[in-house]
């Protein structure tokens, strides 16, 4: 029982800083792609 809690709050866990990461990596590239279209530059 205890194992099981464990292995699933590791897991929930590393779910959760993985939907962050990728959360940080969409808004930064949001980011730079709305800047290129202001300055009307291309990658």
């Known amino acids: 029982m205890d194992l099981t809690y464990e292995s699933t709050y590791a897991l ?10 990728v959360a940080i990596v969409l808004f930064v590239f949001y980011v730079i792609i709305k800047m290129n279209k202001k300055s009307g530059k291309k990658l």
């Open 12 to 21: 929930v866990k590393a779910g959760l800083t993985f939907l962050i990461l």
